[in-house]
């Protein structure tokens, strides 16, 4: 049987599309767990994560990424009602979440979970928010504590 170059294309492109397809939704099924580096949270101490107020974080809504923690502005002033700090570790796989200011939400790029500004679940598949973490103010420094 002899099939022309068109037949043979069609086939060809055909199986590797179906080949891709399942490869891709087997990658995604797999909940292994990530564990990106540098993705640890300091161990109930005062000297973990801190951050200098006088020239980081100074407006509503500003955020920074550090050493596993994200830390947002939410009010004026500096007192630790006026923050917010969470473990960059999405409870599902423990990939990194990042901080969106401009939605005010925070999205786990690998598996899509999506977390409001307050940290709580919106959409899986996590099962559960962000931990939340103590903020301690001393002057113009944050401190974060687990």
Known sequence: MKINREEFLNKLTGGLAVTCVACMA????????????????PG???????????????????FVAKTGVIVIRTAAGNTANSFLAFSSSC????????????????????HGSTF????????????RGLTSLTVVISGSTLTVKS
């Open 116 to 127: 409001s500004a307050n940290g709580s679940l919106l959409n899986g598949p996590a099962d």
């Open 44 to 62: 109930g101490n005062t000297s973990g994560v801190t951050v200098n107020l006088a020239t980081e974080l100074k407006n509503v809504n500003d």
């Open 26 to 41: 087997a990658a995604c099924a797999k909940d292994e767990p990530v564990t990106p580096a540098n993705n640890t949270i």
């Open 91 to 110: 409870p599902h796989a423990g990939a990194t979440v990042v901080y969106n200011s401009s939605t005010s939400s925070f999205l786990c790029a690998s």
